[in-house]
Protein backbone atom coordinates (compact mmCIF):
# COMPACT_ATOMS: atom_id res chain seq x y z
CA UNK A 1 0.00 0.00 0.00
CA UNK A 2 1.28 3.95 -0.55
CA UNK A 3 0.12 7.20 0.54
CA UNK A 4 -0.95 9.17 -2.17
CA UNK A 5 -2.35 12.95 -1.48
CA UNK A 6 -4.48 15.03 -4.15
CA UNK A 7 -2.82 18.04 -4.17
CA UNK A 8 -5.59 20.09 -5.48
CA UNK A 9 -8.34 18.94 -2.16
CA UNK A 10 -5.27 19.18 0.24
CA UNK A 11 -5.17 22.45 2.47
CA UNK A 12 -2.10 22.18 3.78
CA UNK A 13 -3.78 21.45 7.42
CA UNK A 14 -1.39 18.95 8.43
CA UNK A 15 -2.73 16.65 10.31
CA UNK A 16 -1.20 13.69 8.38
CA UNK A 17 2.56 14.84 9.46
CA UNK A 18 1.40 14.31 13.00
CA UNK A 19 -0.17 11.13 12.83
CA UNK A 20 2.31 9.66 10.44
CA UNK A 21 5.64 11.43 11.20
CA UNK A 22 7.64 8.46 9.90
CA UNK A 23 6.38 9.03 6.31
CA UNK A 24 4.93 11.80 6.11
CA UNK A 25 6.48 15.61 6.15
CA UNK A 26 5.82 19.01 5.95
CA UNK A 27 6.59 21.43 3.11
CA UNK A 28 8.04 25.06 4.21
CA UNK A 29 4.12 26.16 3.14
CA UNK A 30 2.71 23.29 5.47
CA UNK A 31 1.38 20.69 2.57
CA UNK A 32 2.87 17.05 2.85
CA UNK A 33 5.44 15.37 1.23
CA UNK A 34 5.43 11.64 1.49
CA UNK A 35 7.77 9.14 1.17
CA UNK A 36 7.11 6.76 -2.03
CA UNK A 37 7.37 3.68 -0.43
CA UNK A 38 5.25 1.52 0.52
CA UNK A 39 3.65 1.88 3.87
CA UNK A 40 5.27 -1.15 6.20
CA UNK A 41 2.57 -3.25 7.91
CA UNK A 42 3.62 -2.06 11.35
CA UNK A 43 2.53 1.58 9.82
CA UNK A 44 -0.66 0.49 8.47
CA UNK A 45 -3.22 1.29 11.37
CA UNK A 46 -1.10 4.64 11.57
CA UNK A 47 -1.44 5.60 7.61
CA UNK A 48 -5.33 3.85 7.80
CA UNK A 49 -5.96 6.69 10.91
CA UNK A 50 -3.93 9.18 8.82
CA UNK A 51 -6.25 8.65 5.76
CA UNK A 52 -9.50 8.86 8.33
CA UNK A 53 -8.81 12.03 9.44
CA UNK A 54 -7.76 14.10 6.89
CA UNK A 55 -10.64 16.88 6.98
CA UNK A 56 -10.67 17.37 3.30
CA UNK A 57 -10.60 13.59 2.40
CA UNK A 58 -7.15 14.32 0.55
CA UNK A 59 -4.99 11.91 1.58
CA UNK A 60 -5.78 7.67 -0.12
CA UNK A 61 -4.26 4.79 0.75
CA UNK A 62 -3.72 2.79 -2.53
CA UNK A 63 -2.39 -0.62 -3.43
CA UNK A 64 1.20 -0.67 -4.83
CA UNK A 65 1.40 -1.89 -8.35
CA UNK A 66 3.59 -5.43 -7.14
CA UNK A 67 0.20 -5.52 -4.82
CA UNK A 68 -2.20 -5.06 -7.81
CA UNK A 69 -0.43 -7.31 -10.27
CA UNK A 70 -0.34 -10.11 -7.15
CA UNK A 71 -4.24 -9.58 -6.59
CA UNK A 72 -4.68 -9.96 -10.01
CA UNK A 73 -3.09 -13.30 -10.49
CA UNK A 74 -4.89 -14.57 -7.36
CA UNK A 75 -8.24 -13.52 -9.17
CA UNK A 76 -7.28 -15.14 -12.38
CA UNK A 77 -6.36 -18.66 -10.55
CA UNK A 78 -9.78 -18.12 -8.88
CA UNK A 79 -8.58 -17.06 -5.15
S1 LIG B 1 -4.38 16.16 6.70
FE1 LIG B 1 -5.20 16.18 4.59
S2 LIG B 1 -5.53 18.33 4.12
FE2 LIG B 1 -4.15 18.23 5.86
S3 LIG B 1 -2.07 18.30 5.01
FE3 LIG B 1 -2.62 16.14 5.27
S4 LIG B 1 -3.50 15.55 3.27
FE4 LIG B 1 -3.49 17.79 3.35
Do not use: F, Q
Not at 10 to 27: F, M, Y
Request: hydrophobic letters at 40%; a negative charge.
Amino acid sequence: MKLRVNPIACEGHGICAELLPELITLDEWGYPIIDDVDVPRTLEPHARRAVADCPTLALALERSRAESGRAASRAARGR
